[in-house]
């Protein structure tokens, strides 16, 4: 490479990238948001051409065939997955920028290698005899020979030393979206990074001497089914360039934590730690440290959230792993989050995105810092205690059964334990620690409520007519004539599919329509609709007749259930709006349960909902309600419906048309159910509790129309009644009431006094009637006490009236049995009596166990039907510890 081109800064890097082929007519296009809220096949975006896919598959077209961009991407699951690498090796990453440049059925493989080689070698200065291009070899199972259209490219459109360019096999050059679809060879450029350029024979060998650094993708067949290629008519290019790794080769370097992307962020962590960092293995945790912020920090911004489900767990997995390798520089306490402004520092400019969620992110890392911190300690120690027993037994792997109690009891995620074994020379039982989980898993599903599910493989369908099914009526009607197609009757309970139905059917989190649906000399009650895929299940009982005697029947909707639902539907979207106006732009949709009788909102935020945050929020939805907004129905592409802005789910499979549901200028989202004209029809809406669904997760639960009206009556009742109780009126109700909390108190406060003093007054009388055992008095007693510090300080009177000798008090306080135990100086001293081990085996009697100090320990135990078992053998237990 030519020296002058050391010292290269990412953002003149990344600029000069752009600026390219931005001369070469390419339109220059924002990154997708590496949380692909719009593709349900993806966690996180892994690939410059996710953003592009539906263009490859014919189902989308932009106003451009040229396209350039810098796209964020994150690799720690599946097929892509670099997580368990990074840190070991000074290339791999959970985050990275993949450049890339895009040809829509335009350009083609000549355009896309000299321009490759013009950037490389022209701009940026690297020494052609350092680079080799691989081209694909042919594959006998396709049909397909070498690519020599591409090999002959390189060989003539280009000065590359022609003994460089080499040939390989489907594995390494031919790429594919997957097991269906568009597909084509490939053709990478490697770079020979040894001293003597003699890295030849090291090309797609996985060695960190010679390595790629772009992939030009040449899309030119489709696979069908049946796994046979076809030529396409269009034929596209799709390239992508390791960002950091490329800064790092233009850098001279052989580590990309070497550039300006990771030097602050490793400077900060030396500064925090007053560990400074190493380029060898001491350099580990330094490394984890400076990729894991970047994942986190990115995938945050862009709406995802840790959690224990899906990409959320993925990243407290990230975080979890960082904050353990923190431990390796005695870092105790939360500190991760002091790397987020130091990364938006470096990176603010190229993604301005994280400018602005820069306090959000801080406070969410810092949250799960704190939560994980509480057991990661003791989890560590019992790691230590575990692989300890493991390498004394000459085993060298650790049982999945004790790898899931990590994780089950500690929060360590099964990576993390795999990589702490590794660093001892040890493996995980992996199936083991599966099959823990699986069995975990079988035991919350017995044990969780029953849930209405229906297998409708019926093997008894009865066929009433032919055609196509389920064409839904049911956004403009609620009535409708229809033809059975098919009907199942099982214990009671009739199934059934119609032609067309105005029945919604459950999906999108809205619940199924119930009705009737009538024919001659039958009318049968709907409780549910379901679907079944593309067909709506209708299910019920016989109210009138009991045998279906004709195909054609009547099917009418509930209206009044359906009306109410779609009160607490349109409000669902309301709410969704009003929630990221008053919490932020991170808050998403997580799940949702909307019914006729209330709603239930998920979303992803990362604390608890305040008072005051709610009450605005439910403000806020009100408000629009009075406005009675418009709300309208409209149908478009997808593509179309995320260039306007509509919300999409993650969790819902968008076609490629779709419906929006608009709410003037106030909402506007992806939504196929049942809604309001106006929003003034939902008349009121009130929340009705606000808790947590899931870590990272928030559940709201509300109600509307006639249900929030009766809340109103509720509450005008119950101040009502208060106020006559204590006579006063409605703004003195809070006073009032606060005194008498205080009064009472106060009284109870006294009670207690009363109590311990009556106590301590019969001290005397126990003493008197002590045990003599060996020269000192054993005093037992089952006393009358409403909490433990009254027992204390009972037995702190005890222990001064005993003279010398051992007492035993127990009461029963909130339905469990609980032991105090007092020993004399002169006893500790001279017999070595403790009250900690005393009380410890007088507890274990009534299933409980305690401890404390030499001279008073408590216990607590389940079975107060034990007490007086226990308190008998005190002096038993009191003459066997003095041996």
Not at 131 to 143: H, I, K, N, Q, R
Not at 349 to 369: C, I
Not at 844 to 854: E, K, L
Request: include cysteine; glycine fraction near 10%.
């Amino acid at each position: 490479m030519n020296q002058q081109n050391y010292n290269m800064k990412s953002k003149d890097v990344r600029n000069q990238f752009l600026e390219f082929f931005k001369n070469k007519q390419h339109e220059i296009v924002a990154s997708a948001p590496v949380v692909p809220f719009d593709d349900p096949t993806l966690l996180f975006t892994n690939a410059g051409m996710n953003q592009f896919k539906n263009i490859f598959l014919g189902q989308e077209t932009r106003n451009y065939n040229r396209a350039a961009d810098t796209q964020k991407c994150i690799r720690v699951s599946g097929k892509h997955n670099d997580l368990e690498d990074v840190g070991f090796d000074t290339y791999h990453h959970t985050f990275f920028e993949m450049l890339g440049n895009w040809s829509f059925g335009d350009y083609f493989k000549q355009e896309a290698i000299t321009w490759a080689w013009e950037l490389l070698t022209e701009v940026w200065g690297i020494e052609k005899d350092r680079l080799y291009a691989t081209v694909f070899g042919g594959d006998e199972t396709d049909g397909l020979g070498a690519d020599e259209e591409a090999e002959k490219l390189w060989k003539t459109a280009t000065d590359i030393d022609p003994a460089k360019v080499l040939r390989f096999d489907k594995k390494d050059n031919f790429w594919e979206m997957g097991e269906t679809g568009p597909c084509g060879p490939c053709s990478e450029i490697h770079i020979d990074l040894t001293p003597d350029k003699s890295g030849g024979e090291l090309v797609n060998a996985g060695h960190p001497s010679v390595i790629e650094i772009w992939n030009l993708v040449f899309i030119q067949f489709n696979r069908d089914k049946h796994g046979k290629l076809h030529e396409l008519p269009s034929k596209h290019v799709d390239t992508g360039m390791g960002f950091e790794r490329l800064l790092a080769v233009l850098n001279g370097s052989s580590s990309n934590y070497d550039t300006d992307l990771f030097i602050p962020l490793l400077d900060k962590i030396h500064e925090l730690s007053g560990v400074p960092y190493s380029a060898d293995e001491k350099g580990f945790a330094h490394r984890v440290l400076a990729d894991h912020i970047r994942a986190l920090t990115f995938s945050i911004a862009d709406g995802a959230m840790p959690s224990n489900e899906g990409r959320g767990y993925v990243l407290r997995r990230i975080l979890r792993r960082a904050a353990r390798f923190g431990r390796n520089l005695n870092m105790k306490e939360p500190f991760i989050h002091k790397l987020v402004p130091v990364l938006v520092e470096t990176m603010g400019d190229a993604f301005p995105e994280l400018t602005g969620k820069q306090d959000f992110v801080t406070q969410v890392v810092h949250s799960e810092e704190e939560s994980f911190n509480a057991t990661l300690d003791r989890g560590l120690e019992i790691f230590e205690k575990i692989s300890g027993q493991v390498a004394r037994s000459g085993s060298k792997e650790i049982p999945g059964e004790e790898a899931f109690k990590l994780y089950d009891t500690f929060g360590f995620p099964l990576d993390l334990t795999q990589v702490m074994a590794r660093q001892k020379g040890l493996t995980v039982d992996e199936a083991g620690f599966d099959h823990a989980m699986a069995g975990q898993k079988e035991r919350a599903r017995k044990a969780g409520k029953w849930s209405y599910s229906v297998d409708f493989e019926f093997n008894t369908w009865t066929k009433m007519s032919d055609g196509e099914d389920s064409k839904f009526l049911g956004y403009d009607k609620l009535a409708s004539e229809a033809q059975i197609r098919k009907y199942n009757i099982e214990d009671g309970t009739i199934y059934l599919t119609l032609d067309q139905t105005p029945f919604y059917g459950e999906s999108g989190g809205q619940v199924g329509d119930t009705g009737e649906i009538a024919g001659d000399g039958f009318r049968i009650s709907i409780r549910d609709t379901i679907r079944d895929g593309s067909t709506f299940v209708h299910i019920g009982e016989f109210a009138e007749g009991n045998a279906v005697s004709a195909a054609k029947v009547t099917a009418q909707v509930d209206g009044i259930k359906r009306k109410a639902t779609a009160r607490n539907h349109t409000s669902t979207h309301l709410l969704h709006k009003a929630l990221r106006e008053t919490l932020g732009e991170h808050v998403t949709q997580a799940g949702s349960l909307v019914g006729p009788d209330h709603l239930r909102f998920d979303v992803t935020h990362f604390q608890k909902i305040s008072a005051d945050e709610l009450n605005r929020i439910e403000a806020r939805v009100n408000e629009q309600i009075r406005a009675d907004l418009q709300v309208e129905t409209i149908q478009t592409t997808f593509a179309e419906a995320r260039e306007l802005g509509a919300m999409a789910i993650f969790e819902e499979k968008y076609g490629e048309h779709v419906r929006m549901v608009k709410i003037e200028d106030f909402s506007l989202e992806l939504c196929g159910g049942t809604h309001l004209h106006h929003t003034g029809e939902a008349g009121y809406f009130r929340i009705v509790s606000e808790s947590s669904a899931a870590a990272g997760i928030r559940r709201l639960e509300a109600v509307t129309g006639k249900n929030a009206d009766g809340i109103l009556r509720l509450e005008k009742n119950l101040t009502n009644q208060l106020q006559e109780l204590l006579n006063c009126q409605s703004d003195e109700l809070t006073e009032k009431v606060s005194a008498l909390l205080a009064e009472r108190h106060q009284l109870e406060k006294e009670v207690q006094q009363l109590r311990v003093k009556s106590a301590q007054a019969g001290i005397g009388s126990l003493v008197e009637g002590a045990t003599a055992l060996k020269g000192m008095k054993v005093v037992v007693s089952r006393l009358q006490s409403d909490n433990v510090n009254e027992l204390k300080q009972i037995g702190d009177t005890l222990r001064t009236k005993i003279g010398s000798g051992v007492g035993v008090l127990a009461a029963e306080i909130s339905g469990k049995a609980s032991f105090v135990c007092v020993v004399t100086d002169d006893l500790i001293s001279a017999k070595k009596l403790k009250a900690g081990d005393i009380v410890k085996q007088v507890a274990a009697i009534a299933d409980g166990s305690g401890g404390g100090r030499p001279q008073m320990a408590l216990a607590g135990a389940k079975d107060v039907k034990k007490i007086d078992e226990a308190l008998r053998k005190v002096p038993e237990i009191v003459t066997s510890l003095l041996g």
